[in-house]
């Protein structure tokens, strides 16, 4: 091979294992995410038929856990939230489509959430539920 010919080739393999798979592909049963057989741990994405990003997901030893971002078909984003160990955590932001905050849903360490707050087009806290 010659020598500037590996620049390339080094680029290929940074693309090829540094995507993402399909979480079309991963098995959900139970709370438990598998691929092959086996308790997944990565991360994977989900598209919209036009080839859009829909979701970005983490695992670690078959459960939810990491950021989880959800998108709508116009890229922006519609939820955007973390989990450990399978539980929802912190902070739960979702949006409407024009990137305006449309709720914030907190939870404890366990996975409970203990405050809802919900807002209206324009960003203006509408309620807050506890």
Do not use: H
Not at 3 to 23: E, H, R, T
Not at 40 to 49: A, N
Not at 104 to 124: H, L, P, R, V, W
């Amino acid at each position: 091979m010659k020598k500037n010919n590996f620049i390339p080739f080094f680029v290929f393999l940074f693309l090829f294992f540094s995507c993402a798979p399909d979480c079309s592909k991963i098995v959900y049963n139970n709370g438990i995410s598998t691929l092959n057989g086996k308790l997944y741990t990565g991360d994977c994405d989900s598209y919209f038929p036009n080839g859009k990003l829909k979701s970005k997901q983490s695992y670690k030893n078959g459960k939810d856990d990491g950021e989880w971002v959800f998108y709508y078909d116009n890229e922006n984003i519609e939820s955007i939230g973390l989990f450990i160990s399978g539980k929802k955590t912190d902070v739960w932001k979702y949006y409407y489509r024009d990137q305006t905050i449309r709720q914030k849903t907190y939870f404890d360490s366990i996975g409970n959430a203990f405050k809802i707050e919900q807002y209206d087009e324009k960003g203006s806290l509408l309620k807050t539920v506890q």
